[in-house]
């Protein structure tokens, strides 16, 4: 095995050094949050800490902070909650975690244009035609392709109609700024793992006053909302992380100067969601003539990690239905790559990767133009 370069950090982070330290601290006390005694006391303490810095980070003050275990339950639950009468609709191109859920609860699904963006007329179109109240559920940034959407807009479309909104804001905290005051969404989930922090702590933020149902019934914990015992080492470090993210925002334009590497190589090389406003760290790049499983063996044979598709909800490779969504050619579609760089992420680390990218493209094309030439 060669030296390991990781840049699939959509699928998730290295856990940061600073929240090491504070888990490490925290980890062997035998700290429950709903006990009476000191452990206890000082368990609820670290626990009421961990959420105020979360929402002060993320400029949450007009919400609440549950946490979950995962982004994924965060999600599920978000789209189970709510208390009121609606009518429920998702984008084509949210997470597995939005799009099985909204499936299960017959969720109609609004689309996207080329560039992955809603089509804000035909979501006008879809909740003008609901007969109940619309719960809209819209990811802020795409973990494979990277694109933002209009949240705003998309906000103030949904509010109009009198709906709500949820929005998975997991892929953009601590790449792009952001504000939940500002965002405005009524539900909002974030999760650990993507930015630094451990898995096994996430996040449901909920706007206050909104009517909500338990998720989970038990104990009590998480003001009723979601029982079982608080996992005080993960929720520390979790709220480290968001701290850190935050503050240590990428300020380098790593992924332009891969892209325009790329181009160079290869006219021919296809960008998903190239013309719209994208994470700073995420290309999905579609190579001609290899698949994306050929791709993803060979550049961890040369110690590269790098993923196709949405890494996270697979492990195998199927096709991607964001990349369908946009209308990205069928052939084309399977041969996508996603690289997502990090904090941690050198200038050699992207030049091995276009130096490798380069090797198989030519690879590949100079067979395929040799095999059409016989
Ligand atoms: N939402 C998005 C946009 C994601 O990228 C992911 C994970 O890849 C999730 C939700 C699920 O988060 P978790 O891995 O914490 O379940």
């Given at each position: 095995m060669k030296q390991s370069i990781y840049l699939d950090y959509n699928a998730t982070a290295p856990l940061l050094d600073e929240v090491k330290e504070v888990m490490l601290e925290v980890m062997g006390a035998p700290y429950n949050?709903?006990?009476?005694?000191s452990f206890g006391r000082k368990a609820k303490q670290l626990l009421e800490s961990a959420r105020q810095n979360i929402a002060t980070a993320l400029d949450a003050g007009g919400y609440q902070v549950i946490f979950t275990a995962s982004g994924t339950e965060a999600n599920n639950q978000a789209l189970s909650c709510l208390n009121e009468p609606h009518e429920l609709f998702i984008s084509a191109v949210e997470h597995d975690s939005i799009m099985k859920i909204g499936n299960k609860l017959h969720a109609r699904v609004l689309p996207v244009d080329e560039n992955g963006i809603i089509d804000l007329n035909a979501m006008e179109k879809l909740l003008l035609s609901s007969q109940k109240k619309p719960f809209v559920s819209i990811m802020l940034?795409?973990?494979?392709?990277g694109v933002i959407q209009p949240i705003h807009e998309i906000a103030q479309i949904v509010f109009k109609h009198g709906g709500f909104l949820h929005c998975d804001i997991v892929q953009a905290v601590g790449k792009i700024p952001l504000s939940i005051n500002n965002l405005n969404a009524d539900m909002v989930t974030i999760s650990g793992h993507k930015l630094g922090g451990p898995v096994g702590a996430a996040a449901l933020i909920i706007k206050k006053g909104l009517q909500v149902k338990p998720f989970q019934v038990g104990g009590?914990?998480?003001?009723?909302?979601r029982a079982g015992t608080e996992n005080i080492a993960a929720i520390v470090g979790f709220a480290k992380a968001v701290e850190v993210a935050v503050k240590n925002?990428?300020?380098?334009?790593k992924r332009d100067y891969l892209e325009s590497r790329i181009k160079e190589i290869a006219k021919d090389a296809v960008i998903a969601g190239e013309k719209a406003k994208r994470l700073p760290n995420t290309s999905n790049i579609a190579m001609p003539n290899m698949t994306a499983e050929t791709q993803v063996i060979a550049f961890d044979l040369e110690g590269i990690a790098i993923s196709s598709g949405s890494a996270c909800s697979s492990g195998k490779v199927a096709e991607s239905h964001v990349l369908s969504a946009m209308n990205v050619d069928q052939g084309l579609r399977n041969n996508a790559i996603r690289v997502s760089t990090g904090a941690q992420t050198t200038e050699e680390e992207i030049e091995a990767f276009i130096k490798t990218w380069e090797r198989l493209y030519k690879k590949a094309n100079d067979s395929h133009i040799n095999k059409e030439a016989a």
């Open positions: 949050a709903s006990s009476v005694h940034a795409n973990n494979e392709t009590g914990q998480e003001s009723g909302y925002m990428p300020a380098g334009r």
